[in-house]
């Protein structure tokens, strides 16, 4: 979503993603891709998934490459939904700031209205606590998958 640091994600995010997995591939690695975890933003207690797009990008290109694909954005997203937004801000890097100011960082700022100042809290980066969720879901997933996978895994 910034331009200066976004590929676009209809033609150079999936190049680039296959591109990724060829030269691993060739480097010897085994491949398996990810899509991105959820941001904990929520609207009138919906959460908005504006990653999804990417994580379906991802999906495309694991199948297109014909490497094994967990899909990290739709379980944390299920997750996030069901704990909602006050226990999903646990999962931050910093405490949320000072009341009143969570429904503007919910927001995407605009010239009008910039994102306030904050203590290092925000909905995409993760902190001790949410970086031990996510990873027990990984762990899970990659459980839950067909035994090659495991065997892969393994190996590596």
Same mark, same amino acid.
């Given at each position: 979503?910034?331009?200066?640091?976004?590929?676009?994600?209809?033609?150079? *995010?999936?190049?680039?993603?296959?591109?990724?997995?060829?030269?691993?591939?060739?480097?010897?690695?085994?491949?398996?891709?990810?899509?991105?975890?959820?941001?904990?933003? *929520?609207?009138?207690?919906?959460?908005?998934? /504006?990653?999804?797009?990417?994580?379906?990008?991802?999906?495309?290109?694991?199948?297109?490459?014909?490497?094994?694909?967990? /899909?990290?954005?739709?379980?944390?997203?299920?997750?996030?939904?069901?704990?909602?937004?006050?226990?999903?801000?646990?999962?931050?890097?910093?405490?949320?700031?000072?009341?009143?100011?969570?429904?503007?960082?919910?927001?995407?700022?605009?010239?009008?209205?910039?994102?306030?100042?904050?203590?290092? *809290?925000?909905?995409?980066?993760?902190?001790?606590?949410?970086?031990?969720? *996510?990873?027990?879901?990984?762990?899970?997933?990659?459980?839950?998958?067909?035994?090659?996978?495991?065997?892969?895994?393994?190996?590596?």
């Amino acid at each position: 979503g910034k331009p200066e640091r976004s590929t676009d994600l209809a033609t150079e *995010f999936p190049h680039n993603m296959a591109r990724y997995v060829q030269e691993a591939q060739q480097a010897g690695a085994q491949v398996v891709l990810l899509s991105p975890l959820t941001r904990r933003s *929520f609207q009138e207690g919906q959460l908005q998934n /504006d990653l999804r797009p990417w994580a379906l990008a991802v999906q495309t290109v694991a199948a297109q490459t014909g490497v094994p694909f967990l /899909d990290l954005n739709l379980h944390s997203a299920q997750a996030v939904q069901a704990m909602g937004q006050q226990e999903a801000d646990t999962l931050a890097m910093a405490p949320p700031p000072l009341p009143g100011a969570s429904e503007l960082l919910a927001q995407p700022p605009t010239a009008s209205t910039p994102r306030p100042m904050t203590n290092g *809290f925000d909905r995409t980066h993760l902190g001790a606590k949410g970086a031990a969720t *996510f990873a027990a879901m990984v762990a899970s997933l990659i459980r839950q998958q067909n035994p090659v996978w495991q065997d892969l895994l393994r190996k590596t």
